[in-house]
């Protein structure tokens, strides 16, 4: 006697499958779950990213973080993802310019002292 298969279980398969992996990823989004009565000041964000030496374009907030759009010391743009509380650095994004090659991060045209 022949099985009966429904046609639409391999598709409630990967629609439970969806569901249930695509909760976890939202759940990571929001990377600082931090409660706005303990965040920093965006002066303070400033601040600090003085200190390393950024040049500030932008202060942004996303996914809970502050997001800081920079310059480096080097001219490079950067994006650094930080915790508003702590002022932590979670990441970090440097991005090549056109006067960088991407294979070794060197300024082209510079002397080679290998």
């Not at 439970?16 to 920093?40: E, I, K, R, Y």
């Not at 200190?51 to 800081?68: A, L, N, S």
């Not at 509380?85 to 970090?92: A, K, R, V, Y």
Request: charged share 25%; glycine share 8%.
């Amino acid at each position: 006697m022949p099985r009966y298969f429904p046609k639409s279980l391999p598709l409630f398969g990967l629609a439970t499958a969806a569901m249930l992996f695509g909760s976890a990823v939202l759940a990571d989004s929001d990377d600082c779950a931090v409660p706005m009565a303990d965040w920093q000041p965006r002066e303070a964000v400033s601040q600090m990213a003085a200190e390393h030496g950024w040049t500030v374009r932008r202060i942004k907030i996303h996914d809970g973080c502050y997001k800081i759009y920079a310059q480096d010391t080097q001219g490079r743009p950067v994006e650094v993802k930080v915790n508003p509380s702590t002022l932590q650095i979670l990441e970090i994004e440097i991005e090549d310019g056109p006067d960088h090659d991407d294979s070794d991060g060197k300024p082209l045209g510079g002397a080679e002292n290998d």
